[in-house]
């Protein structure tokens, strides 16, 4: 016979948790302790402040929508410009079959007239991502 005897429930913890103490806050520390907590996206201030007395190093994530926004407002503003690509491809080979040089030419001379105007956009976009970039890097420091 073994002396194995299974009183059901479940199993045993190896490390308990048997010693407790209180912690008093007034009005500001409570109010910076919940303060800390939203930045560092904790919910359970007992296992928070665990960390911060034994100094368990945690992160505080913070994001800014307004990269998200600038981000996708760049993914369409380069999809748009790869659009504009093919319908530029298509313009010219378009001039070429079906109108006579001269015409071709003067429409050309317009299409060039706006592709450098297009340029000059992409180098003020390019800038003000260098800008945000640069904003950005600061912020994360």
Known sequence: MTNFFNKGGRPPVANKCSHHVKVSFDNLEWDELTRMMERAGTTVKATFIKQLIFGKPFKVLTTDKSLAVY????????????????????????LRENFTEKKAMTLLYKLEKATIEMAGVMSQVVSLSKEFKQQWSLKSR
Do not use: H, M, P, W
């Not at 996708?72 to 378009?94: H, M, P």
């Open 71 to 94: 981000c996708a407002k760049l993914s369409e503003f380069f999809a748009q410009y790869r659009t504009i690509g093919v319908n530029y491809d298509l313009t010219v080979r378009t």
